[in-house]
C-alpha cells in the first residue's frame, strides 16, 4: 500500500495516508469538523421514511461481484426513529442507538442460467422490522416503557414511576417483538433453547441452525433466517442460572477452532458482579470461567471484549454507571447513567485463562479511556522470559464524548446541534477514533492456580494510529481471529461527514492506508470481509497461500444525495469497486451483520 498521497476528498482536501502522515490527516479531520465541511453531506435519508420490504426483491446489479462471495449477508440495525399521533403528539428517538430494530438480508445467488467460467451474480433483498409491540406500545402511550441506551426518559414521569423503573428492574423481557434487540447477528448460538423449524437443522454441513441478534443486556433475540421474523427470545439465565444480570455484551466470542460461544454478564447490587462464561458449542453447557467482583471494580457499559488463543481479555473502561448501575433504571438509559469522565477512573483488565480454570490470572490498571469496539487479540511467547505476551487490538477514544456524537440530532444537523457538538475544539479531537494495541505480559506457569499473578501493573502501548487512518466498526480477515494479522478495515471520518465518509484499509505492519474513493454523501456502513476460499486461488498460487487480504468488503452504502442505497463489493487488496447491487429505495444506517456461505450437501 502507498505512502504517497492517498486520495484526493469530496471536497478537494488531501487525504495523504502513511505514517509520515497521520497527524497531517488527523488534523485535516479536525478542522473539517470544526469548519463544518460536513453540511452538504446528507444523512437523512437513512433515518427517515424508511420502509419494510419483505419481497424479496431482486436488485440491479452492475459491475460484477465474485461468485464465491455467494451466500447469505444479514444486517441489523434502528430502523424507525419517529412515530406520529400518540397521545403526546410525535415521538422522535433522540440517539441512533435507539431506533426501533430492523434486519435485512442479501441473498447473493449464482446464475444457474449461466453456471460455469462466465457465472454471473444476482442480489435479492428482503428486510423485517423487529418490534412491532414496542412501535404499538410507544404509539399508544407516547413514550418508550422499555430502558434505552441515550433515549432520554420523559420529563413527565414521575418521582413514582422512577421508583416503578427500578424496583422492575433492567432490562426486562417482554416477548421477541416487543425487545428492541438489534445490534449484532450470531449464527448457531449454543445451549438456548430455538424455535427454528427442525427442517433448517439438518440435511447440510456448516448451515444456520439458528439466527440471533444481541444487545448490550442479556437478552438475545432469535428470528428466522429465511423471513427475519421474531419467532424467539431468551435471556442469559438460560444458559446458567448465575448469569442472571441484566446487563452484558453484543459482540461474544466465538473460538474459530471450536466454536465455543463467550460473554460476560454484568449483575448489578451493593457488590457488582461480572462472571465471564464459556458456553460449549458441542454440549451446550455453559461453564463460569472467572467471578470479577472486588470494591474498585465499578459497574460499565461493555460493548465488546477480546479472545485470543489462551485467555478472555476482559476491560472494565472509564464508562461508570453511577449508584452502582441502578441508576440505569431510574434514569431510563444508559447515558444519562453514566458519571462524567474522570482521569482518575482506570480501566481495568482482566486476563481471564480460558484452557485450565484458572480464573482470573492477572490484572492491569490503564489509563482512563472508553472503547466500543475490539478489533483482535493474539500471542506471543517471548524466548528470553518464556512469559506470554498478549496483544489486543482496539478502536479507542480518551473520553466519553463521542457518545453524544451518535446522538440524531447531530447527525441529521437539526437545530443547530452538530455545530454545537463540533465545534468545541476539545470535544472534536476527544470524538475522533484512534487504533490502539495494548500489551499484556503473564509468566507462564500453566500449573498455577490462585491469587493473579500480576495485579494492577500498567499495560504497554505498542503504537496507535488516528483517525482518518482508522475508523469505527472494525472487520478483518475471520481467518485470522486470534492470529497475528496485518489487516483491518473500517469506517473513517475524514471530516466531511457528521457520522462516517468512507471505508479505509488499515496496514498495522507498514501503518499505510487506503481509502474507498467514495462519491460525496456516499456513507458506508460496516465492512465486512468474504476470503476467497483455497479453491478460487489466482494465477501461480497454489492452495493455501492466499493472502491475508485475498477477498472482498461488502457494505451497505447510503447515497444520502439520491436517497437510495447499495450493497457494494471492493476489492480487499485495492479498495477499487468491483461491482453493487442497487436499490431504488434507502435502507437505514444499521451497525453490523454476518455472511454466511452457501450451505453445501
Not at 435479492?124 to 404499538?136: F, G, I, V
Amino acid at each position: 500500500m502507498s505512502g504517497g498521497t492517498n486520495t484526493t476528498g469530496v471536497r478537494g482536501k488531501k487525504v495523504f495516508g502513511g505514517f509520515k502522515n497521520e497527524d497531517v490527516d488527523f488534523e485535516n479531520t479536525v478542522h473539517g469538523m470544526l469548519d463544518a465541511d460536513y453540511e452538504d453531506w446528507p444523512n437523512e435519508a437513512g433515518f427517515e421514511g424508511l420502509d419494510e420490504i419483505r419481497g424479496p426483491v431482486e436488485l440491479a446489479v452492475k459491475g460484477s461481484i465474485p461468485t464465491w462471495a455467494a451466500g447469505t449477508l444479514y444486517r441489523t440495525g434502528p430502523g424507525q426513529y419517529t412515530i406520529k399521533d400518540t397521545p403526546k403528539g410525535t415521538f422522535r428517538t433522540t440517539h441512533w442507538f435507539d431506533g426501533f430494530g430492523h434486519s435485512h438480508k442479501f441473498n447473493i445467488i449464482v446464475d444457474s442460467v449461466n453456471a460455469g467460467v462466465d457465472a454471473t451474480v444476482r442480489v435479492e433483498y428482503s428486510s423485517r422490522r423487529q418490534t412491532q409491540a414496542l412501535y404499538d406500545a410507544v404509539k399508544k402511550s407516547g413514550r418508550r416503557p422499555d430502558v434505552a441506551f441515550g433515549q432520554r426518559m420523559d420529563p413527565c414521569i414521575g418521582l413514582f414511576g422512577k421508583i416503578m423503573s427500578v424496583w422492575r428492574g433492567a432490562p426486562y423481557c417482554v416477548g421477541p417483538k416487543f425487545d428492541n434487540v438489534c445490534v449484532t447477528v450470531d449464527a448457531n448460538v449454543p445451549g438456548l433453547p430455538s424455535e427454528a423449524k427442525q427442517a433448517t437443522q439438518s440435511g447440510h454441513r456448516g448451515g444456520i441452525k439458528n439466527l440471533w441478534l444481541t444487545t448490550d443486556n442479556g437478552i438475545m433475540k432469535e428470528i428466522d433466517q429465511h423471513t427475519l421474523e421474531p419467532i424467539g427470545s431468551a435471556r442469559q439465565n438460560m444458559l446458567h442460572p448465575l448469569l442472571k444480570g441484566p446487563l452484558s455484551c453484543a459482540h461474544a466470542q466465538r473460538d474459530p477452532k471450536t466454536g465455543d460461544f463467550f460473554n460476560y454478564n454484568l449483575e448489578l447490587g451493593y457488590h457488582v458482579t461480572y462472571r465471564i462464561f464459556r458456553t460449549s458449542i458441542s454440549t451446550g453447557k455453559t461453564d463460569i470461567l472467572a467471578t470479577i467482583s472486588a470494591d474498585d471494580v465499578k459497574a460499565a457499559y461493555i460493548h465488546s471484549f477480546f479472545l485470543s488463543p489462551s485467555f478472555v481479555i476482559f476491560c472494565v473502561p472509564s464508562s461508570h454507571l453511577a449508584l452502582r448501575g441502578v441508576k440505569v433504571p431510574w434514569e431510563g438509559n444508559m447515558v444519562d447513567a453514566m458519571e462524567p469522565f474522570d482521569k482518575s477512573k482506570l480501566r481495568k483488565w482482566f486476563i481471564v485463562d480460558r484452557l485450565s480454570d484458572r480464573g482470573v490470572v492477572a490484572t492491569f490498571d490503564g489509563p482512563a479511556g472508553f472503547f466500543f469496539h475490539s478489533i483482535n487479540s493474539f500471542e506471543e511467547r517471548d524466548e528470553v522470559t518464556g512469559d506470554i505476551n498478549i496483544y489486543c487490538d482496539v478502536i479507542e477514544y480518551p473520553t466519553l464524548d463521542v457518545i453524544r456524537a451518535f446522538e440524531v440530532d447531530v447527525i441529521l444537523q437539526n437545530d443547530g446541534a452538530t455545530k454545537n457538538f463540533w465545534s468545541d475544539e476539545e470535544r472534536n479531537r476527544n470524538s475522533h477514533a484512534r487504533l490502539a494495541r495494548w500489551k499484556f505480559s503473564v509468566p507462564n506457569l500453566p500449573s498455577y492456580i490462585g491469587d493473579p499473578l500480576i495485579v494492577g501493573q500498567a499495560p504497554t502501548k505498542v503504537f496507535e494510529i488516528k483517525a482518518p487512518h482508522a475508523g469505527e466498526l472494525p472487520t478483518i480477515n475471520p481467518a485470522y481471529a486470534t492470529k497475528k494479522y496485518r489487516y483491518v478495515y473500517s469506517i473513517a471520518n475524514r471530516g466531511y461527514s457528521s457520522l462516517l465518509d468512507s471505508i479505509v484499509k488499515t496496514d498495522l505492519v507498514t501503518r499505510e492506508t487506503l481509502f474507498w474513493d467514495n462519491p460525496k454523501g456516499h456513507t458506508p456502513g460496516e465492512a465486512i470481509f468474504v476470503p476467497r476460499p483455497k479453491s478460487h486461488g489466482e494465477g501461480d498460487k497454489v492452495e493455501g497461500s492466499l493472502d491475508e487480504d485475498d477477498g472482498v468488503l461488502l457494505s451497505v452504502v447510503l447515497d444520502g444525495i439520491g436517497k437510495t442505497s447499495y450493497l457494494l463489493c471492493l476489492d480487499a487488496k485495492t479498495m477499487k469497486e468491483l461491482g453493487r447491487a442497487e436499490c431504488d429505495f434507502a435502507i437505514g444506517i444499521g451497525f453490523h451483520g454476518l455472511h454466511r456461505p452457501p450451505t453445501s450437501p
